[in-house]
């Protein structure tokens, strides 16, 4: 009686540990499902930059500094690896893409230019997905650390070394977090 007992509790735990472990690669599959969706936006708005800087090139030829900015920017989001580095290359180009938006301000034809004006509004669009993409992602990260990091999944994460490690969140920078100054001076 007592093996049939000893090895039911045995049975149950390993039953245990096999959903455990199949819930965390579920986990972890969403969260690499979420990064490639972000990614696959990241990569629209990489396309769409060329164009977007050949339309400003033709009306604001002394502005090569900020075009070349805006290249270099985009290249190196292409090259980047891992997810933190992605992300700060990332947010650096789209600090150069405010840039040249702000560039596009000083010519009223630019501006008027339906093009242009087209390429404004697909990367309008894709910003705002992209900004979505990256609170899904990080909202797969949550649950995903959560279970390997409470207990009982802690134990069962622990058993199985360095297969779940904790994912990295998509953050903003110290300069994206400052308050906005406002003056009516």
């Known amino acids: 009686m007592t093996a049939i007992i000893i090895a039911a509790v045995l049975v149950v735990l390993i039953l245990f540990v096999i959903g455990k472990y199949n819930s965390f690669v579920k986990l972890k599959n969403n969260g690499d499902e979420a990064y490639a969706q972000l990614d696959a936006h990241l990569k629209q708005r990489y396309d769409l930059i060329p164009n977007l800087v050949e339309?400003?090139?033709?009306?604001?030829?002394?502005?090569?500094?900020?075009?070349s900015a805006v290249i270099q920017a985009r290249n190196m989001a292409i090259g980047a690896k891992g997810v933190a580095e992605r992300d700060r290359a990332d947010?650096?180009?789209?600090?150069?893409?405010?840039?040249?938006?702000?560039?596009?301000?000083?010519?009223?034809?630019?501006?008027?230019?339906?093009?242009?004006?087209?390429?404004?509004?697909?990367?309008?669009?894709?910003?705002?997905?992209?900004?979505?993409?990256?609170?899904?992602?990080?909202?797969?990260?949550?649950?995903?650390?959560?279970?390997?990091?409470?207990?009982?999944?802690?134990?069962?994460?622990?058993?199985?070394?360095?297969?779940?490690?904790?994912?990295?969140?998509?953050?903003?920078?110290?300069e994206e977090r400052q308050n906005v100054r406002v003056s009516f001076d």
Request: without cysteine; positive net charge.
């Open 91 to 174: 947010r650096t180009l789209e600090g150069t893409l405010k840039t040249l938006f702000a560039v596009s301000e000083s010519y009223p034809e630019l501006k008027a230019n339906k093009n242009f004006e087209n390429l404004q509004g697909e990367l309008s669009r894709l910003e705002k997905e992209i900004l979505q993409a990256r609170k899904y992602y990080n909202a797969v990260v949550k649950t995903f650390n959560t279970a390997i990091e409470v207990f009982p999944g802690s134990l069962i994460a622990g058993i199985f070394g360095g297969k779940f490690q904790k994912m990295t969140y998509l953050e903003n920078t110290a």
């Open 55 to 67: 339309t400003v090139k033709g009306y604001a030829k002394h502005e090569e500094k900020t075009l």
